[in-house]
C-alpha cells in the first residue's frame, strides 16, 4: 500500500522512507519488507532511535520533513493508504484465525482512522509545498511535539538497557526493564508492544502477533497487559491521538 503510494508520487518530489521498530532487527523485519517489495528505503532500528528522538508513540506513525531538512508535522498517527480486500487479505493473513487473533482483529477494525482526511493533507503538501495549509510553522511543529520529563528520559533509558540485554541473548534481565519502561512511559504503545512481540506465546506463525498470555499459561506471561486488554481497557476510540490538521 505505502509502495502504491510512494510510486505514484515520487515524480512530483516525493520520497518515501519506513522504519521498522524491532529488536529482533533483520529477523523480525526482513519476511515484511521482502513481502513488501519496496521500491523507496526500508531501513530496521532495532533500539527504536526514531521513536527516541521523534516522539513515535504508536505505528503506524509519520513525520513529514521538507526539502530543507525541516520538520513540518511532528509525528502523528498514519493510517495506510486505502486499499480494497477484506483486511486480511490485505496483511496476509490466513482465513481461518485462532479465537484471540479474531478479537485481536475485531478490536483492531474498531480504532478510529483519520484516513481520508489524512492522505488528502499529504496530497496537498506534496503538491503546494510551504504553500500547503497542512505544512505546520516551526512553533506550531514545537508546539505539537511531545516534551519529556525526568520519568520518561528514564523510561528511554530502561527501554534502550531492555534492548540491548534482548539482543545479548540476556531475556530475564530484559523484561525487568521492559516493564520499568512502560511504567514510565505509560503512553508508548511501541515500547509495550515491543517487549510483547519478543515473548513465545504457542508454535504457530502468527505467535508474534498474540501479544498476550497462551490460555494454558497465563501465569508464564511476565507483563501485567496485553494488547488485548489493554485496548479493551482504554477504548479501540484512544488508542491513537485524534488527527489534527
Known sequence: MWRS????????????????????GDAGCRPFIEAAKPSHP?????????????????????????E????????????????????????????????????IM???????????????????????GPASRFALSPDAVIERSRPRDADKALGHAHFQLAT???MDGHH???????REAHR?????????????????????????FWQGPDPKAPEAWPYEGDWLSDVREVGAENYNEPWRP
Open 164 to 166: 540491548q540485554l534482548e
Open 42 to 66: 526500508s531501513l530496521i532500528d532495532r533500539h527504536h532511535v526514531l521513536a527516541e528522538l521523534f516522539g513515535v508513540i504508536n505505528i503506524p506513525s509519520s513525520v513529514w520533513i521538507d
Open 5 to 24: 503510494l510512494r510510486d505514484e508520487l515520487h515524480p512530483k518530489g516525493f520520497e518515501l522512507v519506513t522504519v521498522g521498530l524491532d529488536a529482533l
Open 68 to 103: 530543507a531538512g525541516m520538520i513540518v508535522r511532528p509525528a502523528e498517527p498514519a493510517p495506510a493508504p486505502p486499499q480494497a480486500g477484506p483486511v486480511g487479505s490485505r496483511f496476509g493473513l490466513p482465513a481461518e484465525l485462532p479465537q484471540r487473533m479474531r478479537e
Open 184 to 208: 514510565l512511559v505509560p503512553d508508548s504503545w511501541t515500547f509495550r508492544r515491543q517487549a510483547w512481540s519478543l515473548e513465545k506465546v504457542g508454535d504457530d506463525a502468527l505467535a508474534r
Open 106 to 128: 475485531a478490536e483492531a477494525a474498531k480504532i478510529p482512522r483519520a484516513t481520508e482526511a489524512y492522505h488528502a493533507a499529504l496530497r496537498d503538501w506534496v503538491a503546494n
Open 172 to 178: 530475564a534481565a530484559a523484561v525487568r526493564h521492559f
